[in-house]
Structure formats: structure tokens, C-alpha cells
């Protein structure tokens, strides 16, 4: 297909030696990770950015990818994190008041190996009926380098990748707001716009490198704590849950969100499962039990809490999965704590449930005010 | 919230007559809700005067009432049915208006009614334009400047102090009905005027223009909890100004980010919450393509034509869903249909691109204006979709059935970059192929865009396709070529056509020399991925599928899954509505999906339009949403391997795939084709006819003007000319001098003709037609339609009644043993239809179509015999008396059925309206009653005529009507109206003894024609004249101001007649009972 682009080979190869062809995007190699796909029709530039794929080969199922280029304003973090990106086809002539390149430019500066012109929907299929895999892209001849490249996947692991995307020093937002409360995020990968719904909501926000503990929080003295999103297993982060621990001692209001919530969860006794293949996408159907409503999400993660397996009295499920009944929210009132696995601050995705925001907000004021 | 409880009976309002901005959809609509109701455990209670539709037959409603939609008409069958609850969302703006003054009147309170669905300060908020610029303003959403008016004066005074270009909107009118852009205070006032008299409630909205806008909608659903989802985004390739329905619409939205979209989606969810509509919505915006600003153009809280294509774009039935909320279910309740797991409270996700593009009349109509804007021309659309947008594109073009494979036109391939530049800066249908051929030519996109403001997106993208047809064409095939035209969706036959390679028919494969690379030459001819609302994320058991170059082929798969021992027969669809060819075969289609599937064999639709009721994926066991070509359907039936085809009930268009069918070795099931072509090759027809001793009137088949001279001259004039293998009458007159013989030929012959002209005596006679079934030895009459104009208006175009009112015992028994003489001699294996003059007693058969007709669905209803179940029974091996008919004409109900065309004139600017051989209407009606007169006068109000029995009547004709026209004149005068009429009618008139009014004509001086009308001081105009069709000709203007003024317009005799003796009559419309249809 050089007609329009490039037609170098590139190879995706599973780890149980099935193999997908397409064509060769981003920068040439090869790239190891577990292979995961997302639904969502918008937001390339978000997924890319975003740090909880850190380490993961992304497959996006909406085959037109890059229609309305890239630009700096809507990047989730400062890079891309995603190990390898999979799409049916890429577009060389974006078209946008704000497009500053292509995705192409964009992966190739971000180092990423990316494959077009996959079959995409049978990979999807694939990864639905057997579950999440482990995999590699790439440009070299995957039929000569078989053996080596299964070998590879086999023992390739992503060890504490929260380690990898936080931020090593504190940083400070402030609002203009007169009567600001302080937030202080955790940063376990956050996305930009947790950041920033703070700031829309009001909030001053300092941004905290992941392993503070109690005492970088006393000093900071803020009054709420949320706890960002993140990669990978939540198992994997003993040392966040055990400060965790201490900020639910410390009794401020807490507000989780996606791996924030699994490790609140954790902290307070509960379990995680893996998913067979996640939810990924800008759709998924949450219903809040308080409200009786449901609200579309964006949703990105690939274990869940098991609902059942919170202590008694520990905490209360107040949202699920409207699909597979997965837990995606909990009130945890005797800490002025709550959770959710989504996203409400969107980005991609739908802005349906920012009104958790307002009440992370309400219950910082209330916290002020000393009516805990 | 489960169904509500105090609902035990509930009335669905339908459309009506198909007409432009209002079409098949409703039929969809219509019929999901019915069954979605009936399925919830609800008695439905259904009224609609469309006969062809589906969701009229006896299995939809349990009380069915095929009777006009009019106010008191609905209120009568409330009175008698007492209905719980009225769903006013679904059966368009009709069945919304009414609604709406049923409940302001009080009459719904006063009968315990609830109205579902909606509620009247919603519909009003929406459709009020002032009121609905309020609700944007009172919630922060941006509109655009604008203001109602209620005169020309404060139009034109507004629009000063805004600035030009202003839009024109009429109040409450369908698809825009009226509307218009104007540049100058001229322009205004001349389309203001037109909008407000076509208004209603005689209000305009005078708008700023904000050309060059992205045009976006987006589909949302909202519950009676206050859930709300987002169906659907749709992005326009037209930027804002030309009316949606008119332009090539994508889906989901291409060029928005997800900022964009984001903002858009969450304004469309704060609007439905806001007008706390209870169902579906369609929200309308622009966006402006150098910012984040953007406006709301338009909500329409209802069902629409977007919220079908929608659907069928998703696989989201949104019909359903906003029937089961209406009755109080909320979406987290419903299960979706698609997984059978998950609920209908989610977002339906896509992983591929669909394309829309529009289906005009202007092959019709080729004198009509074909500027396209604010008012709606299209009749029809298809849908196409694919995993890229140059494929879902290409799929398109070929869909859309106007005899291309890829975007380049010949004229345009001719004309100079001057031509074409100036060609592009018009807004009309065929904008799409000029922007094409400027890409082809290499024109750079940045001019394109700066003249066409479509988005440099969607020009990129084309420019790919036009880029490989020119490589094709100039430099000549290679591998690579090859490889990528068929992955960009160009057909083995387009690449042959395009490279001069040979191709080859049976295989419906490009004929490649030896060792040319094809890396697609073991790959099948497609590989079909399924529809299934979430990209791929939960299992899905929908057999909807379409085609793509990929490589795994679910459709494949899910065969193998499914695997059972049935039999499989393709069935097809007969493409987008058109006219001539419309809902009627849609009916047909569905039916005999229905029948194989109950005879325990597989049916398998291939269709691509997205209003129908045939591609609705649960209609048929799986669904291939394709062109109607034969490589897209050799390709499925490579992965289906049918047992045969079915080609009776698609129309034309699945007639026309006959031919290639034996090539690709498919057997046709019924007819054998060779019959079929027997009816329509002249000299073979002769000889059956010979042979049955069937007199035709006389003629021969010509291919030059001098033929058809020499045939013309040896007749005697009148004759008919038309092309053979037509449908709906295209390209057919009616000659009465040499001059037309010749005008007509220029025109056939500067096309290629591969098939003659047929040149045939025209007998002024009663026309009769037949609809019978036939298998092979016995043969059934449902019944005997007779058309109330003479031969020479087309069938379609005339009002049609069963059984025959004025055929004698003589004349039906020698039409009932023609027929039989004929299915059998044709070897007829299902349906056939023959159309018949009866002249000087004498029986001429005039046509014969071994194929399903347009009057089939109503004659079904009317006479309670499932014509078509009947004819795939037979085709698939039974006989008629194995299902208890005898042979012969089927006795008559005790009721009167009288059809009456319905058209869309008012829409196409500069069309003449006078009836002739070619068809013009786009949809029908029909009356029912115990007698003639009650069942006539019916269909005439269900038409749109208001029956006026005193005022003013119009009467100006060709000198040979001026007889029949003084006697006509002469009952009206009787009846005490005025009489209007022309100079040389006028003189006519006096002679005869009925004073008439002279006036003058509508090039002369004021006052003329033009005043009377515009003063609509007549209630009737009665318009022949001998040519017509050119736009400026005198005649056809008044014609057009008449349809304009909304004034009945009568351009035959014979249908003057039939008025005049519903008016002579004591009767009212009050008077005449209702029919339940499931009562007959």
C-alpha cells in the first residue's frame, strides 16, 4: 500500500504464536507487552498519554485513527507510555483547527512502534473469547525469529510500572478560587484532567510523587487526598496500600479514582481480580445504586475489586458495571472516603459523572468547616 | 419502571403517504413500535392511510385502520377504541401534529387518553422556533441569530440589521418544506412570502447564515428515570446549509476531536434532559471549523428519518426502544437485542464507517430546479458501510443505482477546469462527482475546500480513491494498483472496465495473465464482519453483516457456529425509494423473508437501504447490508451458498440481477428467466401473444428516430414511446406529431441504448390491472383493479379501484381467462402483473411483468390473500390448490378499495405537475369503505384534498379536453362555485352555457392567474395542455403556483370526475364508518 503510505511489514505475534501482518507506523523494532484493546471512537491522543497503558500494546478498535491529528493541549500526561499501538489505518492528512501532526510524527517521536492495516476486529475478537495476552510487535521478519520472539514475550514483565510514570518531585497548581480547598493528588499516573476538574472545581492541588507517605502529607497538611489512576496489578504496589493505610488514619476526605480506588479497596481489606480483557472504552454503562441512574464512562483498567470480598461494615459497593455487574464504586463513610473505577474526569470520554468531583468538594468543605 | 399499569390499549399513529421528508423510515419506526408494543403485552390500535407500508398489515396491530389522518378521523377512532395511551413520535411530523392538537384541544384529557412519548410543552418548546431559541437560551446553549416573523416586511427588516445571507424556515412544515437562503432582499422576499403561506401557522424563522459549518447530529435517547445515552454521532460532508436529508451524511463523526465531540455530546444530553423528552431525539449542530463555537441548529424530539439511519448505522433499534419508554420502561430494563446480556443503557460503540448518500428524482425529473438547500428533494437514500471511508464510499455510489461503479461522470470528465470550477461552486446533487473530478484532475484540496468548504478530511480521502482511478486508467495495472483499488472498494469489473482487461463473468473476476501477482487471488471475494453495537467487545448473535478486504471472514464463522441443515435462499431488496419504485417492494421483500423462514428455510436479504423494514436485522436470518451489483452479491454468495435467489420482489433492481445470476450459476428460484425475459423482449412477447390469440395494441421495438418516425407514421398518432426493461414509466410519452417522435428520440439516443425502443399505438381506453399468482398450471385473481384515469396517466399515478366498479361481466371474464392464458404460456412461478386497455369493448393487454407489482401490498390487505406468502410458497414447490385456492378470480370483498397517488410537488421547484405516462408520485393512499363513492371520497381527503363544496374552481385545458371540460365546468356551476378559466376555455365555457371568469395567464398582465391563486380564491384547478415538462412554458407555471398555494390540482379528466361526484354527493367524511382492516 506505499500508494499513500508506508508498506514496510511489520508482524504482531502472540504469545501463543498466532500472528496478525500489517504495515509498519511510528518507529521501526520490536516491542513487548500484554496486548489490550479500547473501544473508544475518540481520544487517540488521550490513550496514548495516558499512564495506565504504561507497558501495554494498545489495539484501537475504531479503524480510523488520526483523523483530526495531534496537538499538545490534549495530552494526558507529558508522553506517551503505551509499549506498542495497533490500528486498521492511520491518517496522513489530519483535519483540525488544532491538529499539529500527524499520530505518525507523534509515535515516532514518542519512540513507539505502531502496526497498521491489521485486521483489526479479528484481533479484537480474539483477545475477547481468550482473554488478555501477551504479545510483540514487530518490523523484523516475524516467521524467521519465531521461537526467540515467543521466548521473549514469555518472560517479558512489567515490574511496579506505577514507579515508572510518577513524578519524582511535588509540584504545585493553584486556583483562583478565594476560599480554595487543597488537594493533594497522588500521583500513581494521574491524568491531566484529574488535575484540572480539581482546579475547575475550585481547588488548589499539589501533585504528589507516588511513595509520599503520611508524613510528606502531614507536612503538605491539605484537606482531601485523591488517589489517581494508575498501570497495572494493584497487588504489585505494597508499600502505596501500606501509606494508604495512613492516610485513612490521618482522616481526611479521600477520593479514588480507577487504581486509586483498587488500592483504597485494598487497603481496607478487599481483593482485585483480573479481568479476562478489561474495560476499555469511552461506553461502558455505570449504575449508581444511590441515584438509580445510570451514566455512561470512560473506563480503562484491567482488574476490578471484588465486591464481595470487602470486609463487613469495611465499605459500601454504590456503583456497578450496568454489563458484567463488576464493582465500580464504593462509600467508605466512616473515613469520608469514596471510590470509583471509572474515569469522571473523562478525557476521553464522557463528562456524565463529574458531579463526583462536586462531592469530593462538599465533603472537603464539610472537612473545613469541621462537620466530618 | 416496568410497563405502566394503567396502559392496557394504545394507539401508534403512522405517517401516511410516502413523500419527500417523510418517507419509509416510518414504516421501520412504525413497525418495530407495533411489535415492540404488542410483544410488551399492550393492545395496539394502529391508523395510517399508507397501504404499502408493513406496519399495516393484520399480524402488526390488532385493530388496524387504514383511514385518512385527519384530526376528526383520529378522534373517531379514539371515541370507538378508547385507547389508554397515544405514541405521537413515531409516525413522523403527521402523526406529531396530531397528536399535539388532540391534546391541546383537550380532547385526550377529555377521553382519558395519556399521550406517551412525549409531552405537548416538549414538542412545542422544540418546534416553536421563538420558544425554542428561549429553552437554548435559558440553559447556556448557543443558537444562531435569528428571529420569526410573521411578514415579508419584518423578514426583510431583520435580516438588514443581521446581514445576509439569512435562512428561511418555515414553521411546522416537513423537511423544510418551503424553506430557503437568501442573498438579498429579492431573494427574501420572494421565498419568505412562499414560506409563510406553506407555514401552517404562517410563521418564518429568518436565520444568519453561517456557511461553511460543520454540520453534526447526534442521536441521544433519554428515559423516564432521566437516563440518557447517545445513540449515534453523525458528521454532514456538506457543511451546513443544505438540508441533512439532502446531504452525504457519515457516522460516528470523523473530524472531531474528542474536546469536540465531548462538548457536543454533552450539550445533546443536557438538551433532552432539559425538554425531558421521553424516547429518542435528534440534536442538529454546527460547529464552527476554526473554534470551539458552536450552535444548536435544530432538535427534533422524535423519531426521524436520522434516528432510522441511526439505527441501522449502530444496530441500535432506537424505534423500539422509544416505544418500550414511552410505556414507561427505562432503558437499564431492556435487554439489548444485539448480545442478548447487556441492557440498552449503554453507548453503542462501531468499528467501521458508514456512508449515507441520498437518492434524488432528478432522473425523473429532469426539468426540476436541482439546487439543493434548506428543503428536502431527496426521495430516497442508501446506506453503505465499510472498515475505511473511500470503500464505505465506493459501496455507495454503487448503491445508489444511477448506473455508476466510481464517482467520475462523462460530463464532467469532458468539461474544462473552468467548467469544473464553476460547477463545484453549485450547491446541487451532483456537487460530490464534480469535487471528484477536480481531485481526479489533481486539483489542489486547498482550492476545493475554499470553494466547496467541505473539509479537507473528507477531500483527502476521496482524492485517494480518484487518485487510483486515474493510475487505472493512465498508467495502467500492476500489482500494486490492483491490490490497492480493491482494498479502497473498487470492484474486479470497474478495475477491468478501467485497465481494459478482459473480466470474467461466471467468476466475477478481473482476467489477470499468467503470473501477474495477485495477493488477493486465494482470498475470498469479501470478508463480512458483523454489526454488533460494540465493536467487538461482547459476543453478539446479530446476523447483520457487511464486507470488507479483511481477512477474517465472521459471516464464515458464525455459519459454521450456527450450523444447522437448512436450506438458503437469497432474497433482495430493491435499493433506495425512488420513484417508480418504492415501499411497495420493500413489502414484498419482507414478506417472503417472513414466508421462507416460516417454510423452515434460511432467508438471506441483501438490501442497502436504511429505512426499511428489510433491513431490519431481525427480519431475515442474516443480513448482508451491500450494493445491489453482481460481484457484491457474488461475493455472498460465496459465503453462503445459497440453494437459489428470489428476484420477484426487489423491483427492478433485483429483476435487473437475473442475467448475472445465470452467469454466476445461481438458480433462480421461480419464474424461469427465460420467461421473464420473455415478457419484456417485444418479438417473444408477440409470439406468446399469438399463440394465447391476446390482441396488444399494435407496434414494433425501433432503435433510431428515423424506426421510430417510419413505426410512428404506419400506426397513426397517438403512439407511446418508451424504453424496454423500464420500471415506473421512465422516459415514456405519449407522441402526438412527429416533432415530439423526434424530440424524444434525441433525447433516448444521446444515451447508449442497448435496448430498443418499443413504439406502440396509444388506445385511449379504461386502463385495468391484475395482480396473479400463478404455479405454473393454476393461477389466482385477488382481485381486479380498475383505474379511474384513462390509459396514458401512468398506473402508479392513477386512482385505482377494487373490485372494478364499471367492467362489465364480459370484459372481467375475458381479462380473468387472458390472464390465466398468459401466466400459463409465461410458465409463471409466483407473482405476475398485466396491465390491460379495455377500448370499444375490446381487451388489449398493454404489459406483462412476471414480477411483484406496487398494488400488491394494498390488494393483499384489501382482499385478506398474503400474495406474496403465497408466491414463495409456490416457489418453493407447493401449489395453490394445495393451499385451498381454486383457480381463477378470487371472489370480491363486500368493501371498496379505492388507491389514490399521493405526490411531492411542492418540494421540486420548477417540476412539471401534469400526469402523464412517466410516474411522479411518491407514495399512496387508500380508502376503504362498503361502497364506491364513501371508499373514494376517502382516498381523496386522505390525499390532502380538502373537498371544498363551494368557492372557486380553475378551469383551463388543451382544446381536445374542451367537450369534456364545459360538462365538467357545467356541475360545478351547478354546485354553485365560480368558474375561472382561461381565454380560450373561457370561450369554451360560455358556448357550453356555463359563465366563466376570464383570466389572464400568468406571463400576462396583473392581476392573472398567479393573484387568484396566490388569493387562494379557488378551491380546484383543472390544468391539461398538450406539451408540457419545460418550466417556463405558461402552463406548467400556473401548475406549479397551484401545488405551491397548496391548492388541489386535477390534471385529468377522468379524476375531475371522480371529485365532482364526491361533491355532488351528500356526503361527508363524518358520515362514512371507519374500517377496521382485521374486520374485513
Known sequence: MSYFKNDKRAYILLADGTVYEGYHFGVEGTTFGEVVFTTGMTGYLEVLTDPSYCGQIVLQTYPLIGNYGVNAADMESEKSWVAGYIVKEWCEEPSNFRNAGTINDFLVSQNVVGIWGVDTRALTRRIREYGTVGGCITTENVYDKKDELLAAIKAHRVVQPVKAVTCSEKGWYYTRENRANHVALMDYGYKHNILYKLLEFGCNVTVMPADSDINDIRRLNPDGIMLSNGPGDPMDNPELIENIKDFIDYGKPIFGICLGHQLLAIARGAKTVKLKYGHRGLNQPVKDLDRDRVYITSQNHGYAVVSDSLPEGAGRVTHVNVNDGTCEGIDYPDIHAFTVQFHPEASAGPNDTGYLFEKFCDLMERGQQGCL | MPLAKDLKKVLVIGSGPIVIGQAAEFDYAGTQACKALRAAGLNVVLINSNPATIMTDKAMADEIYIEPLTLDVVKRVIIKEKPDGILSTLGGQTGLNLSMQLAKEGFLDEHGVRLLGADVDTIDMAEDRQSFKDAMRAIGEPTIPSKVVESTKDAIDFAERIGYPVIVRPAFTLGGTG????????????????????????????????????????????????????????????????????????????????????????????????????????????????????AVIEVNPRVSRSSALASKATGYPIAKMASLIAVGFSLDEIVNDITGKTTACFEPVIDYIVVKFPRWPFDKFVYAQRTLGTQMKATGEIMAIGNSFEHAMMKAVRSIELGFDTLSVDKYRMASDAEIMEAMARKDDERCFVVYEALYRGMSIDDINQTTMIDHWFLDKLRHVAVIEHDLTEKGLNAERLHVARELGFLDSTIARLTGYDYDKETCKIVLPEGFEDEFNDAPYASYKMVDTCAGEFKAETPYFYSTRDRENEAELFLEEHHDDKKKVLVFGSGPIRIGQGIEFDYCSVHCAWALRELGYEAIIINNNPETVSTDFDTSDRLYFEPLTAEDVRAVVETENPIGAIVQFGGQTAIKLTQHLQEIKVPIIGTDPTYIDAAEDRERFDEVLEACGIPRPKGDTVFTAEEALDVANRLGYPVLLRPSYVLGGQNMIIAHNDDDVREYMGIITSHEITNPVLVDKYLMGKEVEVDAICDGTDYLIPGIMEHIEKAGVHSGDSISVYPPQTLDDEVKATIVDYTGKLARALHVIGLVNIQYVVYDGQVYVIEVNPRSSRTVPYISKVTDIPMVDLATRIMMGETLADMGYASGLHPSKDHVAVKVPVFSFSKLEDVDTQLGPEMKSTGEVLGVATNFGDAVYKGLVAAGNDMARKGGVLITVRDRDKAEACAIAKRFHDMGFVVYATAGTAKALHDFGVPAHMVRRISEAKPNIGDLLENREVHYVISTSATGRQPHRDSVRMRRKTVESSISLITALDTARALLGCLESERTLAEIPLIDLNTI
Open chain 2, 179 to 294: 424553506g430557503g437562503i437568501a442573498n438579498n432582499a429579492e431573494e427574501l422576499d420572494h421565498i419568505a412570502t412562499r414560506g409563510l403561506r406553506l407555514s401552517p401557522i404562517h410563521q418564518v424563522l429568518i436565520e444568519r447564515g453561517i456557511a461553511g459549518w460543520k454540520e453534526i447530529e447526534f442521536e441521544v435517547m433519554r428515559d423516564g428515570k432521566g437516563n440518557v445515552i447517545t445513540v449515534c454521532s453523525m458528521e454532514n460532508f456538506d457543511p451546513v446549509g443544505i438540508h441533512t436529508g439532502d446531504s452525504i451524511v457519515v457516522a460516528p463523526c470523523q473530524t472531531l476531536s474528542d474536546k469536540e465531540y465531548q462538548m457536543l455530546r454533552t450539550s445533546a444530553l443536557k438538551i433532552i434532559s432539559t425538554l425531558g423528552v421521553e424516547g429518542g431525539c435528534n440534536c442538529q449542530f454546527a460547529l464552527d471549523p476554526e473554534n470551539f463555537n458552536y
